[in-house]
């Protein structure tokens, strides 16, 4: 096929601003150049001939000219590595049409057609996981975001919504089972083969298509709606895996029930179809009645998943269901707009996880996500608005950003309209746009007249990237206690200047004798400075401010140790004394590894830190799940976060100093609490799940004071384990202490579960995140070892993610670990760019970095950037993460 001519931008679509895609300069597109697509697309019908090697598709689309659009002479339907075999209009094979770059630009005269389109795909050698794919002999499909132009030519964008009809036929004997969006509405066969129609009634955007052909089978269950509606649920796994479905079931159920009560959300099918599938990039995916979901997100049982892995899986599933309304119902109008859908389904479930558990403790838990990845993002070269201005590649912008901070921005609205305006808001968001593909702004607009707020203001947290900085003083004078809050928003790659941001800021006066305070308040930052007064104090009170974490700001502020100590003790907000406790011990370790503390000051600050953790310990108000919270230490990311250039070597080994010196200090009572907790009978409740959680961290610190008495208890532990969360807590602490008990049971570990990919995962993340003064050496061994695969993304992750988020051996000063993970890019990049560009980012923070380290980084990034051939994810991160945006 020639191309004829190189049209520029026919079809107003950002996307395809630019033609011809130069692969060292791939084009950048921006949102300000969002332009409607001048067709719409009524109808979809597909029809599937299922081969794993060989898949025919066509594809017929029954278009008509968008009035609300510009007119265009053509159609543009988006390609990514396929050919079309024939194609027709209205019946008639045409010759009217031309490739241009990867996609397929149809001259049309008329004001509406049917095309019929027919390609052929591979789906066995697809290694990107993106369109049709086979793993373990099952074929599935990834589509978000722009996946299904690899299935056949489309308007691959969230704004071209479609009634999807599709038919399938394959191997009755290779794909029993076939499945796809909506209902189900014939089958039937002929000789070996057979086939299905389904039809999806609700118009959707191509990203939410998916089909799923396979030897599977279900745990099948289901649920009355509040309307009354009874839907059909089934969890298809492999054979061996149905009796690890149960919990992935239940959490369904019980999102269902709680997307209905908290939000007023029902179902809107017959069938709600999960398929766990083990070659995914992602977690889990939320197409439209079939949502497809990673192993890991759906498989527990105890000897096999821990107490993580379990909220995972009810997180994930509530996540995923919870877009039926936040994102399918309502969808995006282009990316850019990602936020709208994944910033607020990972709120609600946030809610939904903190709901169904201990909500301070979940809290805690997505502030320490929130602070050790999205942070970091937010102060370095890939910083980026929660609703970007431009992107080369979109799949780079599922960042903790879009969603993490994304999340905690409608939060800061649900928090300064309270739960009952918020929830008129969101109901009118769902009132006002069901149907349709939506703006951030109809977000914003919708929450401002539901819940009668003005957000003009508020506005900015859309547009402007970088984590505020609250400078906070408090004086007093007389009965007064004069508060002074200051706000800066630094500067961010292509944003220099900021405005400043409406902060919410609850916070607390506590009176130093009693250790009560008045009650709490919701302060609002509007300004770059403002000042409160609050009167009745004869003494300066002790101030607890960003409780619940009620603003995604850092706080700055003066604060003695006392202080600090008395908050950790006393505070009455979970969120805030656990702040308390981090803002001792990160306060502690950032002079330390800056000044050279001297060692009567290291004793004082640390008899502090142990006299308030003692106080933890001892406190038996506390849950032990919350206790947990209280006892575990700063990551060293985040005391690197904390500092303008950061010796990720010597925060280490500081870190590593205090955790030595409050496992001697704390000697006795952590003894105690493992004595407490070690033979407590397994159960899922919230008592049995915080046993587990303290008895590890005690194990921690025992194994940094005691390392000889830690390897008696942890082989103990690890030989009576009767569920994976003691199992591998035992062995984590032991994979860090060189011992005989060290080899053993890692070769043990490996025996028992050599036929359970996900508990495999965890033994090579064990030992890549470990440590061990020689992790690099078993890293190296560990991506020799026969059951290590560039294949699966699951496996790729834990030997390698594992090993970038290690704070020692990443960083080791030969820049050896550096080097490891370029390689790593450099080989997985052509087998599945997606995920090899997820490792850009761990090197992209050189210039927070001491000087000799940051160089060698520079160089590992040098090195990827000069190979002659990279995709389009990964350049586009090198070429960010360089300053060569
Ligand atoms: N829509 C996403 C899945 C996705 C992400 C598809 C990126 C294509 C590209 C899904 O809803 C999602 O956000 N999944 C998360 C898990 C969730 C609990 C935050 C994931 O897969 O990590
Ligand atoms: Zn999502």
């Known amino acids: 096929m020639d191309i004829a001519r190189t049209p520029s931008n026919p079809d107003g679509n950002p996307e395809m601003a630019d033609a011809a895609v130069d692969p060292k300069n791939p084009p950048e597109i921006r949102r300000e150049d969002y332009r409607p697509f001048p067709w719409i697309v009524s109808e979809t019908r597909l029809d599937f001939e299922l081969g794993i090697d060989c898949t025919r598709v066509r594809s017929t689309l029954t278009i008509s000219r968008n009035a609300k659009a510009d007119r265009s002479a053509t159609i543009r339907l988006n390609g990514d590595g396929i050919e079309a075999t024939s194609v027709t209009v209205d019946g008639e094979p045409t010759q ?63 704004d071209v919504l479609s009634t999807y009809s599709v038919r399938m036929s394959g191997s009755k004997d290779r794909f029993p089972v076939l499945l796809c969006n909506g209902n189900r509405v014939a089958t039937g066969e002929e000789g070996d083969t057979h086939w299905a129609e389904w039809h999806d009634p609700w118009p959707k955007p191509s990203y939410l298509f998916a089909l799923v052909a396979g030897d599977l089978v279900a745990r099948s269950d289901s649920f009355t709606t509040m309307g009354g509606r009874e839907v059909e649920l089934n969890v298809w796994v492999r ?280 009650g709490e308040e919701l302060v609002i930052l509007n300004e770059d400075r403002a000042e409160v007064t609050f009167d009745g104090f004869t003494e300066k009170p002790i101030l607890s401010i960003n409780r619940t974490f009620s603003a995604p700001v850092t706080i700055e502020r003066d604060v003695s140790r006392e202080e600090l100590v008395f908050l950790a003790e006393k505070d009455d907000d979970p969120f805030a004394r656990y702040e308390a406790m981090q803002e001792l011990m990160t306060g502690h370790l950032v002079a330390d590894v800056t000044d050279d503390v001297d060692d009567d000051e290291r004793e004082a600050v640390c008899e502090d830190i142990a006299r308030a953790m003692r106080s933890v310990l001892e406190d038996d108000q506390l849950d032990d799940l919350m206790r947990g919270e209280l006892l575990m230490m700063p990551g060293a990311t985040y005391v690197a976060e904390q500092m303008l250039v950061a010796d990720p070597g010597r925060i280490h080994a500081r870190r590593e100093t205090l955790k030595t010196a409050l496992g001697t200090r704390l000697a006795g009572s952590l003894q105690e609490l493992y004595a407490r907790t070690e033979n407590m009978p397994f159960s899922l409740d919230a008592g049995a799940k915080g046993a587990r959680k303290v008895k590890t961290l005690a194990l921690a610190y025992i194994a940094a004071s005691d390392p000889a008495k830690a390897v008696e208890l942890a082989a103990r532990q690890y030989d009576r384990a009767d569920n994976m969360t003691d199992r591998q807590g035992a062995l984590m602490v032991l994979a860090g202490l060189d011992s005989a008990e060290r080899t053993g049971k890692l070769l043990d570990f490996y025996n028992r579960y050599q036929n359970n990919a996900l508990v495999i995962d965890k033994w090579f993340a064990i030992q890549a995140g470990s440590l061990h003064p020689r992790a690099i050496e078993h890293v190296k061994a560990l991506r020799d070892h026969p059951d290590f695969t560039l294949k699966n993304p699951n496996r790729v992750r834990s030997l390698y993610m594992a090993f970038a988020a290690n704070p020692a051996a990443f960083h080791a000063e030969d820049g050896e670990g550096y080097a490891m993970i370029a390689d790593l890019i450099l080989e997985l990049d052509p087998i599945n760019a997606q995920t090899a560009a997820r490792f850009v980012p761990p090197l992209g923070r050189w210039r927070r970095i001491e000087e000799k380290r940051a160089k060698l980084m520079r160089e590992a990034l040098e090195r990827i950037a000069a190979a002659p051939k990279l995709s389009r994810d990964t350049f586009e991160q090198v070429a960010r993460s360089l300053g060569r945006g």
């Open 96 to 158: 009217s049409w031309v490739m241009d770059g990867d996609d397929l630009v149809l001259t049309l005269p008329g004001d509406a057609h049917e095309i019929r389109i027919e390609t052929e795909i591979d789906p066995s050698a697809n290694s990107q996981l993106m369109g049709l794919y086979a793993s373990n002999g099952m074929l599935c499909t990834q589509c978000e975001a722009e996946g299904f132009r690899r299935i056949t030519f489309f308007p691959d964008r969230p």
């Open 239 to 518: 054979e061996g895996d149905l009796d690890r479905t149960e919990h992935a079931m239940e959490s369904l159920k019980r999102s269902m029930k709680w997307d209905e009560e908290v939000f007023g959300r029902e179902y809107d099918l017959d069938l709600f179809n999960i398929v766990a599938v083990s070659d995914f990039n992602m977690g889990a995916m939320e197409n439209k009645g079939l949502n497809i979901f990673n192993t890991k997100y759906v498989l527990a049982d105890p000897e096999t998943a821990t107490d993580g892995d379990y909220d995972g899986v009810e997180g994930v599933i509530g996540h995923e269901y919870f877009h039926n309304w936040s994102g399918n119902r309502i969808t995006c109008r282009d990316w850019f707009q990602l936020s709208l859908k994944e910033g607020f389904t990972v709120l609600r479930d946030q809610l939904f996880s903190a709901d169904m558990g201990s909500e301070p403790v979940k809290r805690i838990e997505d502030v320490r996500i929130l602070r050790g990845v999205q942070f970091p993002e937010d102060s370095g070269p890939l910083a980026h608005p929660i609703r970007p201005d431009s992107y080369r590649e979109i799949s780079n912008f599922y960042t903790a950003t879009v969603y993490n901070k994304g999340a905690e921005v409608i939060r800061m609205m649900r928090t300064m309209a309270g739960e009952e305006r918020f929830r008129k808001g969101t109901d009118l968001y769902f009132d006002r746009h069901d149907g349709a593909a939506a703006t951030c702004e109809d977000f914003v607009s919708s929450i401002e007249d539901g819940a009668a707020l003005d957000l003009t203001r508020f506005r900015r947290w859309y547009s402007q990237a970088g984590t505020p900085r609250v400078g906070v003083t408090l004086e007093h004078d007389g009965e007064t206690a004069r508060l002074t809050l200051t706000q800066t928003v630094p500067a961010t790659p292509g944003q220099s200047e900021k405005q400043p941001m409406p902060i919410p800021l609850k916070l607390a006066l506590f009176d130093r004798a009693s250790g009560t305070h008045r």
